[in-house]
């Protein structure tokens, strides 16, 4: 009887322990993942049917009365330091460098990173390999289309009547967020006039992306634009020949208004090349921006 007790009881320390360990590793992937040391808003979306969350970092002197060029960030809280930092020291060289950035972490209890990121000509489970024919049911492919319509009529539009937004919008991505600021340049090329693609993802489904990106850059003249994408010269043969394909795409085809710089960060492999290219980028923008006062 005692040893029934005693099971019973090891059981249900058992059973709190691990309970409590769940608890406590879902709330620090919550704390990681889902909040900033930012401020943290929540958006009632319908285009996506879900709320959404947001983090947006203000100029450490921020004036209510100021208009602010705005710098908009797939993946949340991935390479957020790196923007802070890099932010933190143009501001306090020249108060012209100063911004409003907003990044849009992907949800936390939901995968949703490829659905909201991945073009919708491309499959979101992403392949390498040409989708064969006969596989077109529309769910199997990216949602960037219904993302992109939360940014630009109900996140941009809650922006603005917050904040006190200038002309300069910038969109920036990393890997599947950079498919999505090639998506995004080429199908609403009025929405921002400045794009950031970090080892784009555009190999999906044989480089489709490219493919697309090549037949819809043409469209965008007569948007003034400043566009900068990287590699890290130690990635993978399968994005470097995506890459490799962007670069030529531009060469040929970029409108004469669209001014564009490529950059490959040597020694650097997928992830490293995010943060190497955050400080080049806003460089080469906020330059742009200069000359085009």
Do not use: C
Request: aromatic share 14%; proline share 4%.
């Amino acid at each position: 009887m005692a040893l029934l007790k005693f099971k019973i009881q090891y059981l249900a320390w058992f059973i709190t322990f691990v309970l409590t360990a769940t608890g406590l590793y879902i709330a620090v992937k919550y704390q990681q993942l889902y909040s900033s040391r930012f401020i943290d808003i929540d958006i009632k979306s319908n285009a996506l049917a879900e709320m959404r969350r947001v983090f947006i970092r203000l100029p450490k002197n921020y004036n209510s009365n100021k208009a602010y060029p705005l710098i908009i960030k797939t993946d949340g809280n991935f390479n957020l330091d790196t923007w802070d930092d890099a932010l933190s020291i143009l501001e306090s060289t020249d108060d012209k460098n100063e911004v409003i950035l907003v990044a849009i972490p992907n949800l936390f209890w939901h995968d949703t990173r490829n659905r909201d990121l991945v073009p919708p000509y491309a499959r979101k489970d992403v392949a390498i390999k040409a989708r064969p024919f006969n596989q077109n049911q529309r769910e199997i492919f990216g949602k960037a289309d219904v993302f992109l319509k939360f940014i630009e009529t109900e996140l941009l539009p809650y922006l603005e009547g917050t904040y006190r937004i200038s002309g300069q919008r910038t969109l920036t991505g990393f890997s599947a967020g950079g498919s999505f600021v090639l998506y995004t340049m080429v199908t609403k090329p009025e929405l921002f006039n400045a794009y950031f693609a970090f080892s784009p993802a555009a190999w999906y489904d044989d480089n489709v992306v490219v493919k697309q990106f090549s037949k819809s850059l043409p469209n965008t003249a007569g948007n003034t634009h400043y566009f900068y994408v990287t590699l890290g010269g130690d990635e993978n043969p399968t994005i470097t020949g995506a890459f490799n394909g962007l670069v030529n795409v531009l060469q040929k085809h970029a409108p004469n208004d669209l001014t564009w710089q490529y950059h490959i960060n040597k020694g650097a492999d997928h992830e490293q090349n995010a943060k190497q290219s955050v400080r080049s980028a806003l460089d080469g923008a906020f330059n742009y921006f200069g000359m085009a006062q």
